[in-house]
């Protein structure tokens, strides 16, 4: 059997064969992740065609154990040769490794698939002639050059789609798979004034091209974003509210998510290790993490280890509920899985999230403006600066500049500094506008002081 | 060793038939170039934690892209199966780009020149896997030791073996053979119960797994992880403003890489979107200040012997005494804009359209005594080492972020500072460059560098240098 004949169908089927073949090896348990996937990217720039990509792989993965010992491997061969050569690697490997007491899969019991059709494939996106995806990258690129004199010039507009399938199997009798799509328009205009020049962009992203923004209004809305951002000044060191947009609040929100992953916790490199139990912010903060909402680009039917995802509530009016975690961190903290487990095709399962978001409040994201006298609404985040073990919050800043509750100038190449613990604690206002967009979501959101670093 | 000794030729039986076919199937609708990138990689990596072997993972990907090229557009597909039907399949969807009848004359494949800027003749990923597991395990046992405050420590060591070979229409045939290993260790230290703090070190390169026995050994990292949490136990809130800051030599070299090194892409400076755009010939730096970028020194992470387009690389003068001189070029950017090979094409991995990139971006030393530069500041933030860094090439606004860094009081050193965020504009901050030390260090080896979803490993350096006014983002 050559690999241009493992078809799609038969991915299970040879999952399953690894698994076998693991155990025949020595293995005393093992899991296999199969991924296939096919990628297209079509992107227009001052109206041309630039690029055009179009090209689809896949991969095995297996992770072995030899009673605690663990080994890992992976291939794109998918030939009998090549996945040999993988089981025998990882068998191999696991020889080399030291015990690991906690080491081990899932109990059969916690093993399991949601039943529903959680909505994430369609095959609509795949049937899109290509004349179309280029079309919409171009007509969501020219809406934006269009908008103003001042978008003189654009870094392009885009449309993006993937189509891809996940098979795990493991030798406890898992066996699942499921399909996922998904497709976007993205559009990154340049402005320019003065000789300044700034660009920002926008994108709609979706599971089929339907339920797309339109791309005219995601080319408007990237317009309006850079040319809001022309002639930003640098303002002076200052402590001040500090009101972030959902696309910036959703930042922090990946920050709270690092430092309740089990695996950050367990290592005690987490701020919030410890804290189960206690109130660690402000009681209108609830945060949830939800696998299980159809559609989302959060949801998956089952964890990277096979165990149903579901819906856990971690900080609940304040108050530290649960962690993140995969049967190892569960095992390591004398917990139970939430069925976070996350990996790429092979090695042992990491800590991911499925719909991580903060609950909306009751005010509008101008309402929330309107009560601030002086302070910073943050646009844009750039940098690394934070810290999961100390909480330390430091990282650059655009945005606009609030006076007596107006968004009156834009502000540039200023940091913004705090600690997570005090912005948890310190948050003003949660507001309502929460949208799912990614898999990490929140709405406008104040927190009560920041120091901004300017002049 | 020449094509017919190669890896592809040998294990694969690719031959320059093969290759010809396939570049004149992918001009086969008229495009004006047309290239072929095989690559077949190699990894293995190994993660200690707790004192344990937690992870132990090696792995095989191989795969060939097909890129077309006509006028400014560019068709890409791949393949992961190097089956002449696929690779054929492949051409086909990426000569889709061009329209029209096929025009171009192929230019029969000539090799390139042969050099060696990595003289591995045992790549680390071909060692025996326990030996690279011991040196692990060494590290861990050494950042242990370092202090009794040290109560947790995690150590990566990873290696991958990437053999590429790369065929262009217009006649270039290269192949090259890239190993490349990598050790970090991840310490938390904690005082009486108090709250944690971190450090990491790390490092390695296009070397022997020898390099890790003998030139930067486990315990080299491991005690300067080691170190760096410890003194982050002291740490005081980092001030926040302007400030005078002095960063120290080798790893601050982050500072080049996203305050000019990006927006010197040609890329975006084709498209008139870099800050640096129309700049060349301008001062963007003090006199003070020669950027360069050099992708051939021997054994650094950054090298290569030919780019991932098949161009040698070389050593390109960014700024000069303050002048911009040039841009770094990729194939696409250079025919546009009818501009010389800078070698500095690269792209992720076969499934990756190769783009500008850095390679070692470092900036000569000057004159100057280090210890005397830092005499030199009443009042400011000396910076020792960094995490990451990141730039907005448009406006041109750069930040990265200090993971140990100490307050200059009265030309000393006193307390050590929690992390902090130092942010600038990338053609303004540079001018600001008062004084450049004689002690040019280069990174130990761990820098990679992303761009639009596409990572790549990098080098930097700087000797100490002064930066009279930098907004430092900390909270006193």
Known sequence: ?455 | MNFSESFFAAKFGITRHDLENYLSEALGRGGDYADLYFEYLATSSISIDESIVKSATQGVSLGVGVRVISGERTGYAYSDDLSPEKIRHAAQVAALIASGPAKVEQTPLEEGRKRNLYPVITAPNETEFKQRVELAQRADIAARAYDPRVFQVQVMYADNLRHVLVATSDGVLNFDRQPLARMSVFVLARQDGGPPQQGHAGGGGRYELDFFKTERTPEYFAKEAARQAIVQLDAVEAPAGEQTVVLGPGWPGVLLHEAVGHGLEADFNRKGVSAFSGRIGQKVASELCTVIDDGTIGGKRGSLNVDDEGNETQRNVLIENGILRGYLQDKLSSRITKAMATGSGRRESYEHIPMPRMTNTFMLAGEDDPEEIIRSVPRGLYCANFGGGSVDITSGNFVFSASESYLIEDGKLTRPVRNATLIGNGPEAMKYVSRVGNDLKLDEGIGICGKEGQSVPVGVGIPTVRIDRMTVGGTA
């Open chain 1, 1 to 455: 059997m050559s690999a241009a004949l493992v078809s799609r169908e038969n991915l299970p089927e040879l999952a399953r064969d690894i698994i076998n073949q693991a155990i025949a090896a020595g293995a005393t348990d093992a899991e296999c992740t199969i991924s296939e996937g096919d990628e297209f990217s079509a992107s227009v720039r001052m109206g041309e065609l630039e690029t055009l990509k179009d090209a689809g792989s896949r991969g095995a993965g297996l992770r072995v154990l030899i009673g605690k010992r663990m080994g890992a491997s992976y291939t794109s061969d998918l030939t009998p040769d090549g996945i040999r050569q993988m089981v025998h690697s990882a068998v191999d490997l696991a020889a080399l490794t030291t015990e690991d007491p906690f080491a081990g899969l899932p109990e059969p019991d916690e093993l399991g698939s949601i039943a529903a059709d959680l909505h994430l494939f369609s095959d609509e996106t795949a049937k899109l002639p290509t004349e179309e995806r280029i079309a919409m990258a171009k007509r969501g690129e020219a809406a934006a050059l269009a908008f103003d004199p001042r978008i003189t010039n654009s870094e392009g507009g885009s449309f993006d789609s993937n189509v891809g399938g996940r098979i795990f199997a493991n030798s406890r009798g898992f066996l699942g798979s499921y399909r996922s799509s998904s497709c976007s328009i993205t559009v990154m205009p340049v402005a320019t004034k003065d000789g300044g020049m700034e660009r920002d962009y926008w994108y709609s992203y979706a599971r089929d091209y339907h339920s797309l923004d339109s791309p005219e209004s995601v080319g408007r809305k990237a317009a309006e974003r850079a040319i809001r951002r022309l002639g930003s000044v640098k303002v002076e060191t200052q402590k001040v509210p500090v009101v972030f947009e959902p696309r910036t609040a959703r930042t922090l929100l990946s920050s709270i998510c690092d430092a309740v992953s089990g695996t950050a916790v367990y290592r005690r490199a987490s701020f919030l290790a410890g804290k189960l139990g206690e109130k660690i912010a402000d009681e209108r903060i609830t945060i949830i993490d939800d696998g299980t909402i159809p559609g989302l680009f959060g949801s998956s039917p089952f964890d990277d280890e096979g165990v149903p995802t579901r819906r856990t509530p971690v900080i609940e009016r304040g108050v530290l509920k649960s962690y993140l975690l995969n049967s190892y961190t569960a095992r390591k903290l004398n917990l139970k899985t939430t069925g976070n487990a996350s990996r790429g095709i092979t090695g042992n399962a990491g800590i991911g999230h499925g719909n991580f978001f903060l609950e909306p409040g009751t005010k509008g994201a101008e309402e929330i403006i309107r009560t601030v006298k002086n302070g910073f609404f943050v646009t844009e985040l750039i940098g690394t600066g934070v810290n999961i073990v100390t909480g330390d919050y430091s990282r650059g800043a655009v945005g606009i500049w609030i006076r007596d509750g107006e968004l009156a100038f834009p502000v540039s190449e200023v940091t913004i500094a705090s600690t997570l613990q005090e912005m948890l604690n310190g948050i003003a206002e949660i507001g309502s506008d929460l949208e799912f967009v990614t898999s990490v979501s929140a709405p406008t959101l104040m927190i009560g002081e920041m120091t901004v670093g300017g002049r």
